[in-house]
């Protein structure tokens, strides 16, 4: 069971665990595309605390480079998310998502 | 003081969180998000990881909350959002299902997981955080040996991402006129 004195992983894990799901719960409820996004951010997030978490406990770079690698995909994929926001509001202004049901604009 | 250190993130990280969903208005949102990023700065540094946090504020916090006010504002979206309304019905409680069923696993995961790993250590080794160098030297030196081909790939990743942009943002211009006439200029 884990242990619950001290500063352990198990507490970065389940501060991760919270983050992530409100990150999910946000995902489903809201329906505004641009926050949707924050939410994924935010799921993106908690995923990095639990790579940092886990290489410092068992002290390997490793969660280092894959919270680098992370972060990189994150980027591109914001902008390309982004691209699409903009791209669909071009042709529809202030569509949400459920507006986007067919794939064509 | 480690664990102070964490309490402060924390409550920074999920008030953040909490703000970004339940917040009416985007650009507050985006703010939220900045405060949820921060705190997870703070454990990068709470965890000897000194050049992620950097990064994380720089890329993060910097780049990428810019991105998203720059496309709020473009867009004119900026408006405060009615939440009480509940566009698809069933939709709030089956998010709480979901959410509910999520902490459920990983409660359970995390309870009776955890110390798992926590007899198991490597040893030395480049990759041993515990050595001589500095966190950026050593995440320089296992990037650009062992993950040298990954780099690259992301590299051709970024590449590929601005390609995807242009294409998408850009207005060609014969489709203006197929474009319907209510559709915003610029």
């Given at each position: 069971?884990?242990?619950?004195?001290?500063?352990?992983?198990?507490?970065?894990?389940?501060?991760?665990?919270?983050l992530?799901?409100?990150?999910?719960?946000?995902?489903?409820?809201r329906?505004?595309?641009?926050?949707?996004?924050m939410?994924?951010?935010?799921?993106?997030?908690?995923?990095?605390?639990?790579?940092?978490?886990?290489?410092?406990?068992?002290?390997?770079v490793?969660?280092?480079?894959?919270?680098?690698?992370?972060?990189?995909?994150?980027?591109?994929?914001?902008?390309?998310?982004?691209?699409?926001?903009?791209?669909?509001?071009?042709?529809?202004?202030?569509?949400t998502?459920?507006?986007?049901?067919?794939?064509?604009? | 003081?480690?664990?102070?250190?964490?309490?402060?993130?924390?409550?920074?990280m999920?008030?953040?969180?909490?703000?970004?969903?339940?917040?009416?208005?985007?650009?507050?949102?985006?703010?939220?998000?900045?405060?949820?990023?921060?705190?997870?700065?703070?454990?990068?540094?709470?965890?000897?990881?000194?050049?992620?946090?950097?990064?994380?504020?720089?890329?993060y916090?910097?780049?990428?909350?810019?991105?998203?006010?720059?496309?709020?504002?473009?867009?004119?979206?900026?408006?405060?959002?009615?939440?009480?309304?509940?566009?698809i019905?069933?939709?709030?409680?089956?998010?709480?299902?979901?959410?509910?069923?999520?902490?459920?696993?990983?409660?359970?995961?995390?309870?009776?997981?955890?110390?798992?790993?926590?007899?198991?250590?490597?040893?030395?080794?480049?990759?041993?955080?515990?050595?001589?160098?500095?966190?950026?030297?050593?995440?320089?030196?296992?990037?650009?040996?062992?993950?040298?081909?990954?780099?690259?790939?992301?590299?051709?990743?970024?590449?590929?991402?601005?390609?995807?942009?242009?294409?998408?943002?850009?207005?060609?211009?014969?489709s203006?006129?197929?474009?319907?006439?209510?559709?915003?200029?610029?």
């Amino acid at each position: 069971m884990m242990d619950l004195s001290g500063l352990n992983t198990g507490w970065y894990l389940a501060l991760a665990a919270a983050l992530f799901i409100i990150g999910a719960v946000g995902l489903l409820v809201r329906r505004n595309p641009l926050v949707m996004f924050m939410c994924v951010e935010l799921m993106l997030n908690a995923v990095n605390v639990t790579f940092i978490a886990l290489g410092a406990s068992l002290n390997d770079v490793g969660g280092q480079v894959a919270v680098f690698f992370v972060l990189v995909v994150a980027a591109t994929e914001v902008v390309i998310g982004l691209a699409l926001v903009v791209a669909i509001n071009r042709r529809r202004a202030g569509a949400t998502a459920d507006d986007v049901t067919l794939l064509k604009g | 003081m480690a664990e102070a250190v964490f309490a402060v993130a924390a409550v920074l990280m999920l008030a953040g969180a909490v703000g970004v969903v339940a917040s009416r208005n985007p650009v507050h949102a985006a703010l939220f998000l900045v405060q949820t990023l921060v705190g997870v700065a703070l454990l990068f540094i709470l965890n000897d990881a000194h050049f992620l946090a950097a990064v994380q504020v720089v890329v993060y916090a910097g780049a990428i909350v810019i991105l998203f006010l720059f496309v709020i504002m473009l867009l004119g979206v900026d408006k405060a959002e009615e939440l009480r309304i509940e566009p698809i019905s069933g939709q709030r409680p089956l998010a709480v299902v979901v959410g509910a069923a999520l902490a459920a696993m990983l409660g359970t995961v995390i309870l009776t997981g955890a110390d798992v790993l926590s007899g198991i250590r490597r040893g030395g080794g480049e990759r041993a955080l515990d050595g001589e160098a500095t966190d950026i030297e050593r995440m320089g030196r296992v990037l650009f040996g062992e993950f040298a081909f990954a780099v690259e790939i992301t590299a051709a990743l970024l590449t590929i991402a601005v390609v995807g942009a242009v294409v998408l943002t850009r207005r060609a211009a014969r489709s203006d006129e197929a474009a319907p006439a209510g559709s915003v200029g610029g």
